[in-house]
């Protein structure tokens, strides 16, 4: 192991490219990750956590990175987050464009996202296909139309079947047509209630294939977690969603957020 890096987690950059390109920031450099697959790679936590928010050193991290005064600042950009259909902000990112899309990572599920987190958002759930239904003009509004949408597609990715391999192919077109036939009149219902309501169907948006940089995947799924033990050293096999992939366990790093961290490789 010649090369050592510090730094404080984020989450990491993806690039879709085939496959997905990924890095993150150490040292206020970028540090490219995919080069790292196939090696021996050593991650340590070196005890020191900063909020990702305000930068203030924290004994422990609340919603991967933030800490506890930081946390409860943000409490309704959370409650946002879980739950977009009771969101009432008037500004920010939730008055921005939304999204609303069909994946398959585990399976076929249902999400949504800010317009310009397509397709990021989309390789951190690695989700192998994505096909993007509806454009609408906020997080309100994207919620109201997944709940919708919940009644027939899952809104969850069982991230361990996620790791152990590449979901089987689903015809999105096909279930995307289903789904907005089965609920066009619910639909309807929307755009008269909260006119206006902006929803617009994205017909003839091609599906998204998503290839990821593993050179192969785990049987059985075990997690490394910095909490319990500093040190990680390990084979890399791979890199999927925000996961890295490791003969013995796997890792999120965007889970551990604001971790400072040491790499070596």
Not at 107 to 125: E, H, M, S, Y
Not at 141 to 160: A, C, F, M, P, Y
């Amino acid at each position: 192991m010649k090369m050592r890096k510090s730094g404080t987690l984020r989450k990491m950059d993806s690039r879709l490219e085939n496959p997905v390109q990924y890095g993150i920031s150490l040292d206020e450099k970028q540090v490219p990750l995919n080069p790292l697959i196939g090696s021996n790679t050593k991650l340590v936590f070196t005890g020191n956590i900063y909020c990702i928010e305000c930068g203030r050193k924290t004994k422990k991290s609340f919603n991967q990175g933030y800490c506890y005064p930081c946390f409860q600042k943000l409490q309704q950009f959370f409650t946002c987050l879980i739950h977009p259909e009771k969101c009432r902000c008037e500004e920010g990112s939730c008055m921005q464009d939304h999204i609303v899309y069909l994946a398959n990572s585990s399976g076929l599920k249902v999400g949504i996202t800010r317009a310009t987190q397509v397709p990021t958002r989309w390789i951190d759930q690695g989700a192998s296909q994505a096909l993007a239904i509806a454009r609408v003009r906020n997080r309100f509004q994207s919620g109201l139309l997944e709940v919708l949408i919940k009644k027939h597609v899952s809104d969850k990715t069982n991230w361990r079947d996620m790791l152990k391999g590449i979901a089987d192919p689903v015809d999105l077109k096909y279930e995307a047509e289903k789904i907005l036939s089965r609920f066009g009149s619910e639909i309807d219902e929307l755009q008269e209630r909260y006119s206006p309501f902006g929803i617009n169907i994205l017909n003839g948006i091609r599906v998204v294939d998503i290839s990821y940089p593993v050179s192969s995947y785990p049987e059985k799924i075990s997690s490394y977690n910095f909490d319990k033990e500093p040190l990680l050293e390990d084979k890399l096999l791979g890199i999927k969603g925000q996961y890295l992939i490791f003969e013995e366990g796997v890792i999120n790093l965007r889970k551990f957020s604001g971790y400072e961290i040491e790499l070596h490789h």
